[in-house]
């Protein structure tokens, strides 16, 4: 399958996750080769967030990386790729 774009909003680079808006869909599940940007993922959940509106955000999802240090090459405002996932 082809890889899904995401921007980066937030990066909690000590901590060794991201949170990341998905630019097209956000119906899909992990496989274990997930990759964010050539990095394994281990997890994803999805925050609690609003818009501005008050309509709770379905398009933000968080990543936990499997090499912490990973975290710190990803930039707020970046678009990467997520390989590995599935339907």
Do not use: T, Y
């Amino acid at each position: 399958m082809a890889a899904l774009p995401f921007q980066v909003e937030f990066v909690f680079a000590e901590r060794g996750f991201l949170i990341a808006r998905a630019l097209e869909r956000s119906d899909f599940h992990l496989s274990e080769e997930a990759a964010l940007a050539g990095s394994p993922v281990v997890a994803m959940e999805m925050p609690r967030a609003k818009a501005p509106d008050g309509a709770v955000r379905k398009d933000l999802f968080a990543f936990r990386l499997k090499r912490r240090e990973d975290a710190a090459r990803f930039k707020a405002g970046e678009v990467v790729e997520l390989s590995g996932w599935r339907e």
